[in-house]
């Protein structure tokens, strides 16, 4: 894979094996893929922990973004992947707006 990759698909994984060459360490590229993996679900798990607690010590937005998504999706199903574009953005201005957060300095 040296310089090109046979795919049309950009990755992680190919840019290592470009940058390393044909002769890359199979084992440093298992542990690279190891540790990004982990530091990303501890980022996730982070984010939903803090969410949660900014939730329960807001419970007005919190009862404010019940009622948009049961207004949008309603209580008939769980919301899918599909639901997403529907509230990314309210989301976030929602967060942004509602909550304020102060950050430590």
Do not use: C
């Not at 894979?1 to 992680?12: A, L, P």
């Not at 840019?15 to 084992?27: K, L, Q, S, V």
Request: without cysteine.
């Amino acid at each position: 894979m040296s310089g090109q990759s046979t795919t049309n698909t950009e990755s992680f994984v190919s840019h290592f094996i470009d940058a390393r060459g044909p002769h890359y360490d199979r084992e440093e590229l298992l542990w690279t893929m190891r540790d990004l993996i982990s530091a990303g679900t501890e980022t996730s798990a982070t984010f939903i922990g803090w969410a949660i607690v900014v939730l329960t010590n807001h419970v007005s937005v919190q009862e404010r973004l019940r009622s948009e998504i049961d207004s949008a999706i309603g209580r008939q199903r769980l919301p899918t992947l599909d639901d997403r574009a529907k509230f990314v953005h309210k989301l976030r201005r929602k967060y942004d707006k509602d909550l304020s957060l102060q950050y430590v300095r």
